[in-house]
């Protein structure tokens, strides 16, 4: 009878110990569910307040660049009327000088051209890599706070449920605006001008 008891004893402990153990071996793996997310970048690219404000900065700044460029093409316009006027009236020196007066201002027309085009388009990249560092870094931070361990591009996912807690497009967008709206509210403006 005692050793009945004394095995019933040990079998249980022997299962306790099992359970106890088997718990342990679970908890680890239970840690390591992950909360995975992804943004469409985007969307958030073309919602973000910032990308609109920049936007309208380099329109007004080309449009004042595009003025120049006309005010050169017209003077160039009106130096080949004045060559087409004067050509009886002219002597042969004074046409070519004309001539070498529009060649001047017909190349100093095209190396501002290239400048702004240059200039431009090395502004647009400027505020668009500003941007999507604005979104990694708000991505990031947003992911750490709420304990998400893997966040996605849209584009390289193949497939996602669409369930909506796993698409933070709108949160890291509602986030990002905020920011820059305390930002811009605090600081007279933000231009992508020189």
Do not use: W
Request: charge should be negative.
């Amino acid at each position: 009878m005692k050793s009945l008891a004394k095995n019933r004893c040990l079998l249980f402990l022997a299962f306790l110990l099992c359970f106890l153990l088997g718990l342990g071996i679970r908890a680890p793996k239970a840690a390591l569910i992950a909360k995975i997310g992804y943004i469409d970048i985007q969307k958030i690219f073309q919602g973000y307040k910032k990308t609109g404000d920049l936007e309208a900065s380099l329109k007004k700044s080309q449009t004042e660049q595009r003025q120049n460029l006309e005010k050169l093409k017209e003077e160039i316009e009106k130096l080949r009327n004045e060559l087409k006027e004067g050509e009886l009236i002219l002597t042969e020196s004074a046409k070519e000088e004309k001539q070498v007066e529009i060649d001047q201002k017909a190349r100093e027309l095209d190396n501002l051209a290239r400048d702004i085009t240059e200039k431009l388009e090395g502004r647009r990249e400027e505020y668009t890599d500003e941007i999507v560092k604005d979104i990694y870094a708000m991505t990031r931070s947003m992911a750490e706070r709420e304990g998400y361990r893997l966040v996605f591009h849209k584009e390289a996912l193949i497939y996602a449920t669409p369930e909506p807690e796993f698409d933070l497009t709108e949160k890291v967008l509602s986030e990002l605006n905020e920011k820059y709206r305390a930002i811009s509210e605090s600081t007279p403006s933000i231009s992508p001008t020189d």
